[in-house]
């Protein structure tokens, strides 16, 4: 599923693709992706050009030449993002195609269905209206220790909760206590203000390191937790060495925290 990491590497392939190119024609697959009536959609979007990207947690939006016209587009649990020449086939799973006057497209790919786009018209009270919190990368530490210290419930769902930070999914939360020496099921108001800290600081190193190796997971440093869940091939040279803490070496354990899989080391990580 594109989190955070996913969806800025996407809002720069299509700021550095697609931005200063009017907008000839769009041609829409299936209507049910689209938030906004589809002809409204069309008509309000061909003739203008897109100029600028803003992402906010799993949210892209971007903005046109024209103010109040914005598009919003959610990648959901598979969608992706291809700039081909229009001489090209269409990409497999191109369900909704951007075709500029200059002979490019940029293709919208929902493979499974559960991609969105839409218009609004302003960004901060799209926010507003679907209750979603400050970015994983721009969120201060006082936001974060206020927003914190008023929830009794675990930390990781707290993290999980997009009001409270946006753009946070199950592996990035679980990576962030890891880093952070918290344990997933420490309530939200007990922890101090040394550990509120280090929580704010692994946000920014977790989100940073998965943008810089493009969410390609084999790259992150052999110090990370994520290699437990064996997506990718493994960075150490024991086949077995993934399965425990680079720190202490114990194993890591698997539990289920606020109904999602959770891993975490069970010696250094206590509440």
Not at 75 to 82: A, E, I, K, N, Y
Not at 103 to 119: Q, S, W
Not at 211 to 238: C, G, K, M, Q
Request: hydrophobic content about 40%; proline content about 5%; glycine content about 6%.
């Amino acid at each position: 599923m594109p989190e955070l990491p996913e969806v800025e590497i996407r809002r720069h392939y299509l700021e550095t693709s697609s931005l200063h190119q009017p907008i000839s024609h769009i041609e829409i697959e299936d209507k049910k992706l689209v938030t906004t009536d589809p002809s409204t959609f069309v008509a309000t979007l061909v003739g203008r050009q897109f100029i600028e990207t803003r992402r906010v947690g799993k949210n892209l939006f971007v903005l046109t030449d024209q103010p109040g016209v914005i598009l919003h587009m959610h990648f959901g649990m598979t969608g992706d993002l291809d700039y081909y020449h229009a001489s090209l086939d269409r990409p497999r799973f191109a369900r909704i195609v951007f075709s500029f006057t200059t002979g490019f497209n940029l293709g919208f790919l929902c493979p499974r269905k559960f991609e969105r786009v839409g218009l609004i018209d302003d960004v901060d009270t799209f926010l507003k209206r679907k209750k979603i919190g400050s970015d994983g990368l721009a969120i201060s530490l006082p936001e974060l220790t206020g927003k914190l210290r008023a929830k009794k419930a675990f930390i990781k769902p707290v993290l999980l909760d997009q009001s409270i930070v946006a753009g946070l999914g199950n592996w990035i939360v679980d990576e962030v206590l890891f880093q952070a020496v918290v344990h997933p099921q420490q309530r939200a108001n007990t922890l101090t203000d040394k550990q509120i800290a280090g929580i704010h600081d692994a946000i920014g190193l977790v989100l940073n390191t998965a943008i810089r190796y493009e969410a390609t997971y084999r790259d992150f440093p052999n110090t990370f937790l994520i290699h437990v869940r064996e997506w990718d091939n493994s960075p150490y040279e024991d086949l077995e060495a993934h399965k425990y803490c680079p720190r202490c070496g114990s194993r890591i354990e698997r539990s289920t925290v606020g109904g999602r899989t959770t891993f975490f080391c069970p010696t250094e990580q206590l509440i």
